[in-house]
Every structure is written in C-alpha cells, then in structure tokens.
C-alpha cells in the first residue's frame, strides 16, 4: 500500500474485529487476491459483508492496483460510521451497564482504532483499566482506550 494512499489504521472488519493492520498482513502473507481467501485465512468478511469494499481495497492496494478516490472516501465513511456504531454498542449496551452505579463513563471521540473516553463520575485507575480491557475484547484487541 502506498504511503500516501495509507489511511490510519482502522477497524476494518467489524464483525470480527480486525484492523486494516491484520488484515493488510493477511493479504501480503498470504497473496491473497480474492475475499474468499481472505474469509478463509481471516475471517476478514466472514459476517456481515458491510466490510467487503474496504477488503476489496485493501487487496487492491496490497497488489498495487488502482482504487478510485470516490471509492476509498465512501470505504472511509462507512467505517468511520460502523466502527462508532460498534464501539457504542459494546460500551453502552455491554459495559456501562455492569459498572459500579457510582460510575459514569462518556464516550468523546473514535478516530481509528483511537477511542477516548471521559469518566463523569467514579474516575478510578481500576474502572479504566476494565473499562479499557473490556473495550478491547469486545470491538477489537488493537484498539487505544484513552481517557481524557
């Protein structure tokens, strides 16, 4: 992938909870040059489908094939919109609720695999670090849970 087409890493695989990281090093170890191969290898596109053309990027990247700006932008905002999405899901609907009532954790920013977070109330080192490791279970292990 060309350093100037390289996107920050991000969630790419949202269902299995796989960055472009691990799924770039999938298609390059592997020469993969088909989604099926990689679903196989992976597991990269094995749920849902949302991820496909962000895969079909990857791929195309990896192998040095031409991808259309239109097309990297609309792979950016579907990601951007699904990885909030899944991020939200797992922190409000999974986690907040099994934390002490005393605790109240606010969700700031996903930029990438960069999720900051704010605790309102009940800030303690230890509610942040099962805050954090939860997080990364559940949406995915490469993520930077950081709280401001």
């Given at each position: ?137 559940l949406v995915c292990t490469e993520l930077q849970v950081v709280f401001g």
């Open positions: 992938m060309a350093a100037d087409k390289r996107a920050m890493a991000r969630l790419s695989c949202r269902c299995m909870g796989l960055s472009s990281r691990v799924v770039e090093a999938a298609v390059r170890a592997h020469d993969v040059r088909e989604l099926a191969v990689l679903a196989q290898l992976s597991g990269a596109g094995s749920g849902c489908g949302t991820c496909h053309p962000e895969l079909l990027e990857i791929i195309a990247d990896v192998l040095g094939a031409p991808v259309l700006e239109a097309t990297r932008r609309a792979n950016r905002a579907r990601c951007v919109s699904e990885t909030m999405r899944r991020v939200e899901a797992a922190l409000f609907g999974a986690i907040a609720a099994r934390l002490p009532a005393d605790v109240e954790v606010e969700l700031v920013s996903v930029e990438g695999l960069r999720v900051e977070l704010h605790l309102a109330r009940g800030d303690r080192p230890e509610i942040r670090a099962l805050v954090a490791e939860r997080l990364c279970k």
